[in-house]
């Protein structure tokens, strides 16, 4: 047993550059692709000098790509994503015979094709990133967790190691996710959304206030 697990975490370290190479072709078409989307997003103003007539707004150029968080955010979940899905045909394959890591294999793909998937939409500024990505984020960090105590209480010594490794990296990458989303919040928000730094607004409701608005343009007294 102990030679079998030895032989899994010798072949997981060796073919660990091939999700490098899928991660960063991914992440290079796709961010290419939808980098338009980034470029009609204006930067906020800068205030300059202090003091009247020594102050001045000054407005940056448009955004070229996407920020830097949010691409360091985006090219994590591409590697995390390729790499724990092939980590876990790997350990379903090794442990084919043990009822236990069947279900966890097949749970820790779904996970990580999620997690890849999230950082698709980051790239693609999609409106619904960020409840996406949350979303995802808290699903992984439990399912790490989860693992990190079945290693333990179940593997044994054997285990313990790889799936603590396994789980310290991958709450890890949830917080990247978090931290980028938290921060970049606004910028996912569909245009004219008034509830941008808590994500996209319901279809219904954004129909809702939409109409609100337009009832209390023509209520609106004219001044002449």
Sequence with gaps: MVAAVSALIIVVIVTAFLPVTLSVFAYAFVEARHRRAWAVLARPAV???DGPYRAADV???????????????????FYWAWFC????????????????????????????????RAGARLLRRDARAVAFGRRVAVVSAVHATLLV??????GGADWSAPAAVLG??????AA????????????F?????????QGPLPAWL????????????????VLV
């Excluded at 105590?149 to 179940?154: K, S, T």
């Excluded at 310290?168 to 990458?173: D, E, F, K």
């Design 47 to 49: 205030r300059l000098g």
């Design 149 to 154: 105590f079945l290693g333990f209480a179940v």
């Design 85 to 116: 899905m092939l980590a876990w045909v790997l350990v379903g394959f090794s442990a084919s015979d043990r009822l236990l890591f069947g279900p966890l294999a097949v749970v820790g793909v779904l996970v990580a094709a999620s997690v890849g």
């Design 206 to 221: 954004a129909r809702m206030l939409a109409r609100h608005s337009r009832n209390r343009a023509k209520d609106a007294p």
């Design 168 to 173: 310290v990296v991958s709450i890890g990458q």
């Design 59 to 77: 407005a940056p150029s448009r955004l070229q790509r996407a920020p830097l968080l949010v691409r360091a955010a985006a090219l994590g979940c």
């Design 176 to 187: 990247l996710l978090v931290r980028a989303l938290g921060e970049h919040a606004p910028l």
């Design 189 to 197: 928000a569909p245009p004219g959304d008034a509830l941008a730094g």
